[in-house]
């Protein structure tokens, strides 16, 4: 079995979740070709056979690259089981609580079977001028509050899917 596990992220905070997720899955399925690849870099997804696909949220939405390669490779997406990721609310409560407005639209054009959003992490110090500037207006809390826990559970469920479905394809044979 080979799975695909990527993101789309603009600091490397999403990255470092879609890196959690490839390792949590890795140590669920034993003998799997888990490959973690930059979202940039991913050229088909013919070649697998699960997808997991994420992305950093900004202004509500999921970073533009990701939504291309949704719609680019959509046909071949919905032909094998794809989970979603979106990485983004901060603070404590955790602010926006609304799903990225367009993970419905992501969801119908991959037919995932699921999508998580995980708390994500805010260092001004790598942010540009109107970032900056959009977190200040926004009172956007600073800090990490990526939820590793509930990472690796959320991808040792995928690895429990993904086995599921291996034992009932070796059932109909």
Known sequence: MRVLVSAASRHGSTEEIAQEIGKALRAGLPGAEVEVVPLDRVEAVDGYDAVVLGSAVYMGRW??????????????????????????????????????????????????????????????????????????????????????????????GIAADLRSDTEVRAERR
Do not use: C, N
């Not at 533009?64 to 046909?75: C, D, F, I, Y």
């Not at 942010?127 to 926004?138: F, Q, S």
């Open 63 to 156: 970073l533009e690259p990701a939504r291309r390669l949704v719609a680019s490779h959509a046909a071949a997406l919905t032909d094998r089981p794809v989970w979603l990721f979106s990485s983004g609310p901060v603070g404590d409560p955790l602010k926006p609580e609304e799903e990225p407005v367009d993970v419905a639209d992501v969801r119908r054009q991959t037919g995932a079977r699921d999508h998580h959003v995980f708390a994500g992490r805010i260092d001004r110090h790598q942010l540009g001028l109107a970032e900056r500037m959009v977190v200040r207006a926004v009172h956007a809390a600073e800090g990490d509050f990526r939820d590793w826990p509930a990472v690796r559970a959320w991808a040792a």
